[in-house]
């Protein structure tokens, strides 16, 4: 049982089907554990309509949205909670700016591709951009409740807990 902490919270990531498909996913969750983030859940999750139109309920309406759920659903996505202080906002530091061509390079979507969306909408391909993190923690806790069921978040103590936090 880990102890409680102000700042301590959680925050959902999903590896989108980009990652997965070019063996990526150790890279990107490497550089959360070395970061000292804790993994509380993590499984791997084809997307379904109801699941990505609740997921990206701000962008439903929006144009891009069909394009957006064609890319969510070309593979399976690797979905985690990760636990650490002040999550939320430290990981979309390292997960960095939507469009990859924004991102710092030291950022994931800036490490693993660079292409923009403008070149995206001119050739017809899909916005990849690596992976998706909660924006706000009112966020996090929404995202977390509608891709995970509650026993399948653990409650355990790392050892970054003693010697990185
Ligand atoms: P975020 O993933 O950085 O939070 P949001 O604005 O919440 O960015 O957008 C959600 C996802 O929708 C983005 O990660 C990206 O995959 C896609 N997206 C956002 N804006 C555009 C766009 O203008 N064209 C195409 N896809 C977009
Ligand atoms: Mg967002």
């Known amino acids: 049982m880990s102890e409680e902490f102000e700042h301590v919270e959680k925050t959902f990531v999903a590896l989108k089907p980009d990652t997965v498909k070019r063996g990526l996913i150790g890279e990107i969750v490497s550089r959360f554990e070395n970061a000292g983030f804790k993994i509380c859940g993590m499984k791997m999750v084809w997307a ?3 699941l990505l139109e609740e997921h990206y309920e701000e962008h439903v309406e929006k144009d ?7 890319y969510m659903k070309k593979g399976p996505v ?6 650490g202080v002040n999550a939320v ?7 960095g700016e939507t469009d990859p061509t924004e991102a710092d ?5 800036g490490t693993y591709g660079h292409i923009s969306f403008a070149h995206a909408d001119g050739s017809g391909r899909l ?3 690596l992976i998706h993190a909660s924006a706000e923690p009112e966020e996090a806790e929404k995202e977390i409740s509608i891709w995970f069921e509650d026993d399948e978040i653990h409650d355990f103590e790392t050892a970054q807990e003693e010697w990185v936090r």
Do not use: G, Q, S, W
């Open 89 to 95: 906002e430290n990981i979309r530091k390292i997960v």
């Open 78 to 83: 690797v979905a985690m909670v990760l636990e």
């Open 127 to 129: 916005h990849k951009n």
């Open 48 to 50: 379904t309509d109801d």
């Open 64 to 70: 891009f949205y069909e394009r957006l759920a064609e």
């Open 105 to 109: 390079p030291a950022t994931i979507r």
